[in-house]
């Protein structure tokens, strides 16, 4: 093997070492808060709002409020993953467990989700799906676990979004929800109301509804503050917060039930 040769395997080497170091290291730190962002990508997720979700993203971890929120913690850390989805088998694990523990850290972890393209699935919508994927990333110990999913659409595909909701939140963790209202679909205007009867769950949850684009970046900064911030202690209160519902009012199969509709494909879940 000539010396290109052998400086390329030293580089993979080197990549590979320092990639399995830091997952490990993240694994092994002592955090406040472990955080999944599940961001939908599906189909009705147009190119334009698909890049005002990921740069409302990116400024969000950037911001100078985010890294402080992360410092105010009892272990001044948390531990945060991004995940892009869309329908039953369509996710994908975009940026795996890193340490968040100050402003360097941060800005590493939105470096490293910026570049990356977004990922375009078009196989339905399956919160129960991602659900199920995210609550599978985490590894246990005495954190606070939360997934937060953002989405446009009630489920249509997976099974059923409250058996897997009440599955996830039965293991410790809390489901919060960023509905996306920006370009509402005629046969789901309410996807807030969906979300709060259906997906979030789990002590304190909570979601934030965006109703135009340029609310969204705004929208994102505050809810990560709030779950960064010991559950809500040190939160100010702003932002149009809705809890998780006590008594669901919504269909929670209207996705299924419509998809029927336009395709005739059969959901067991609708015989239940």
């Not at 490990?24 to 955090?31: I, M």
């Not at 199920?132 to 110990?141: H, Q, V, Y």
């Not at 503050?225 to 100010?236: I, K």
Request: charged share 25%; glycine share 10%; aromatic share 8%.
């Amino acid at each position: 093997m000539d010396c290109m040769g052998l400086c390329f395997v030293a580089l993979c080497y080197v990549f590979f070492a320092a990639s399995t170091f830091s997952q490990a290291e993240a694994r092994d730190v002592v955090v406040d808060l472990e955080l999944v962002l599940a961001v939908d990508v599906s189909g009705s997720i147009d190119a334009r709002e698909n890049m005002v979700q990921r740069e409302g993203y990116l400024a969000a971890i950037r911001s100078p409020e985010f890294a402080a929120a992360v410092r105010a913690g009892v272990h001044g850390s948390i531990r945060l993953a991004y995940v892009e989805w869309a329908g039953e088998k369509a996710q994908r694990l975009a940026v795996p467990w890193r340490v968040i523990d100050g402003p360097e850290a941060a800005q590493a972890f939105a470096s490293e989700l910026a570049a990356q393209s977004v990922t375009r699935f078009r196989q339905g919508t399956s919160i129960s799906s991602v659900l199920r994927f995210s609550a599978g990333l985490f590894e246990g110990g005495g954190a606070r676990r939360v997934i937060d999913i953002s989405g446009d659409g009630p489920n249509n595909a997976g099974g059923n979004v409250t058996v897997a909701r009440d599955a996830v939140v039965a293991e410790g963790i809390v489901i919060n929800g960023l509905p996306v209202l920006i370009d509402p679909s005629p046969n789901f205007p309410a996807i807030d109301r969906y979300y709060a009867d259906c997906v979030i769950g789990g002590d304190g949850a909570f979601l934030l509804p965006v109703i135009s684009g340029g609310d969204l970046g705004e929208a994102i900064r505050k809810k990560l503050l709030r779950e960064v911030l010991s559950a809500g202690e040190h939160w100010d209160g702003s932002g149009r917060i809705m809890l998780s519902a006590a008594e669901p009012s919504t269909d929670c199969l209207t996705g299924e039930r419509e998809r029927v509709r336009r395709t005739d494909r059969y959901y067991p879940e609708l015989d239940r």
